[in-house]
């Protein structure tokens, strides 16, 4: 077995806690450092349904992508969600590890998996935010090539819901066939600017504004959205591979009740 802490180093090593946003919250969130994971659940949200999964499985600890504490906690009570979710792991003695700006901008982190799902090829940085401890450029985004150029946005648009299992795919169309493609995990619609330096005449991410629409279709660059869950949830997989690898006595499971939240048609 391996203590929470060194799942907690393994971690930082692969996407530097110190990298992550200013706003953000990631990190070691719930839970004693000394304790023994025996297994562990990888989920893209720690909810009370995944809280619940990790205590009939056994699990030790859940690793998450969002934050299960965001917004400083007043009170940690069963009359609001977050207070019922943080209970469950303290009565469950369950530990709560969340990566996630840092793992959004880490190579090999969000984006790069969200551009290997859509099998982007040639794949660079969107926007560069720095470089880590270890000299390794991070930063948010990705662009690369179409996996077969010359698409109309509606196929493109099918395309991505496909792959990414999507519930739906909003878009905008630039006019433009897909070649050069920019993509977000997670709501980037702000780098809308970013995508346009960097030539690209197609972006999919999510969380899209009706202004961010607007502005896209009046600069000529197709804009998708093909919601946070399924720009982010493609991650988890890669991630609870890599920890089993790492952790070969450690048994990862990759979370089966989180789902996407809507519904589409």
Excluded: W
Excluded at 197 to 212: E, L, N, P
């Amino acid at each position: 077995m391996a203590a929470v802490k060194e799942i907690y180093g393994f971690l930082d090593q692969l996407a530097p806690f110190a990298t992550q946003m200013d706003f953000d919250n990631a990190g070691f969130l719930v839970g004693r450092g000394a304790v023994q994971v025996e297994r562990l659940l990888v989920a893209l949200d720690i909810t009370e349904e995944v809280a619940e999964e990790a205590a009939e499985l056994g699990c030790q600890l859940i690793v998450s992508h969002h934050p299960v504490i965001f917004h400083p906690a007043r009170s940690v009570t069963d009359e609001t969600v977050t207070g019922r979710v943080l209970l469950g792991l303290a009565e469950q003695r369950i530990a709560a590890i969340c990566a996630h700006t840092n793992l959004d901008a880490a190579q090999g982190g969000v984006n790069d998996c969200l551009a290997a799902a859509l099998e982007l090829t040639e794949v660079g940085q969107l926007h560069q935010d720095g470089v880590d401890g270890q000299g390794r450029p991070y930063g948010i985004g990705r662009v690369g090539i179409a996996h077969r150029p010359g698409l109309t946005a509606g196929e493109y648009a099918a395309f991505v819901k496909e792959k990414l299992g999507a519930a739906s795919v909003r878009f905008a169309g630039g006019g433009r066939p897909v070649q050069t493609v920019a993509v977000g995990g997670g709501s980037c619609g702000s780098m809308l600017a970013d995508a346009l330096a960097a030539g690209c005449d197609t972006f999919v991410t999510a969380d899209v504004k009706y202004d961010q629409y607007l502005e896209a279709k009046a600069l000529g660059i197709t804009l998708m959205d093909a919601g946070h869950y399924a720009t982010e949830n493609v991650a988890c997989a890669p991630l609870a591979q890599q920890l089993a690898r790492k952790f070969p006595e450690v048994e990862v499971l990759l979370s089966q009740r989180h789902k996407e939240v809507y519904e589409g048609v």
